[in-house]
């Protein structure tokens, strides 16, 4: 019997993210919303490209084929657009095969306010205001950056990256760094060390991506011969001493990741373009580049490392 939606791990998606709206977009800018209506009325039957979270949402959608009698995953359609301008939207869904159903169309308005009522553990936006409108009202939202659509292959596997700081745990620690040094962060670290985190704004997205990876495990059991979809890390610049405390963490959760890294202020570049995740997450905007320029960032804007940059854009202001 599938899963309830109370019980799934639900991606809401906007179609910003999802699809290449770059030439309708510069329509509704340049144009305004009726000419916006009309062109999408127009173009209703061209599908549209894929867009920079498109990959990642194929794959994730991948996981219920695995899983075919409980289809523990679902993707949510979060969209500014009203319901006849989203026909095109929903035709191109159907052109590329994407099992989504449950969508939200809200005329020009944020979705956010919708994220828990379809019981959503992330909001993927192209729209930063409205991943901040989310974040600011607590609930788990990311905002995708422009990058180069990667090869969308046969290969199934779902590789996500995280940081920990910010993401997965709240921002305490990097408090803490930002009041003081890397001496006072270490000490403090070490002092606490056997004290867990608190949540993060994907702490609840990472507890269930771990509970499905149980799953998989169960599967491992019986069939040694059974191919993994899913693939998580935590590419953190901490270092020893301070790894201890996320190690605390995840244990107290009773979750874990298949690859840990402690970079000790490395790029994290260096490892992400091994690692090469569909999806990397990270609170601080510096830490979300990469040489190629070819993989998918997600910008949370969380706590004490996004603060101080709001209050330069309102004094600015």
């Known amino acids: 019997m599938p899963y309830p939606i109370e019980r799934k791990l639900v991606v809401a998606v906007s179609s910003s993210a999802l699809f290449d709206l770059s030439e309708s977009h ?7 919303p009726k ?21 990642f949402i194929r794959r994730f959608l991948q996981i219920n084929q695995r899983f075919p009698q409980k289809l523990p995953v679902e993707v949510v359609l979060l969209s500014r657009n009203s319901a006849a ?9 159907l052109h590329y095969g994407l099992d989504i159903s449950r969508a939200a169309f809200m005329e020009g308005k944020s979705p956010y306010e919708y994220i828990p009522a379809f019981n959503a553990s992330l909001f993927l936006s192209a729209n930063e205001e409205d991943v901040q409108n989310a974040i600011n009202a607590g609930y788990p939202g990311g905002v995708v950056l422009p990058s180069k659509v990667i090869s969308d292959d046969d290969n199934d596997e779902l590789r996500i990256a995280f940081d920990f700081d910010g993401v997965i745990a709240d921002d305490e620690a990097e408090a803490v ?12 670290e070490v002092a606490n060390s056997a004290i867990p985190h608190k949540p993060g704004p994907l702490a609840d997205l990472f507890k269930k991506l771990s509970f ?9 059991e019986k069939d040694r011969s059974y191919k993994r979809i899913l693939t998580t890390a935590i590419v953190t ?10 190690i605390t963490t995840l244990e107290d ?12 202020g490395m790029a994290k570049d260096r490892i992400l373009s091994r690692v090469k995740p569909h999806m990397f997450f990270d609170d601080q905007r510096s830490h979300l580049e990469s040489e190629a320029g070819d993989i998918p960032m997600v910008h949370i804007p969380f706590g004490i490392a996004n603060k ?7 004094a600015d202001s």
């Open 26 to 32: 510069a329509v509704f800018v340049e144009q305004g």
């Open 35 to 55: 000419a916006y209506k009309k062109f999408q009325e127009e173009n209703l039957d061209k599908v549209l490209g894929k867009g920079v979270a498109f990959p």
């Open 85 to 93: 301008t989203g026909k095109r939207v929903f035709r191109s869904i």
């Open 177 to 188: 760094f930002k009041g003081g040094d890397l001496p006072d962060f270490h000490a403090y």
């Open 212 to 220: 499905l990876q149980k799953l998989e495990d169960r599967e491992v």
């Open 237 to 246: 610049a901490r270092n020893a001493p301070a790894h201890e405390r996320v």
């Open 253 to 264: 959760w009773g979750v874990s990741a298949n690859e840990i890294f402690f970079l000790g």
């Open 308 to 314: 101080k940059i709001e209050q330069s854009k309102a």
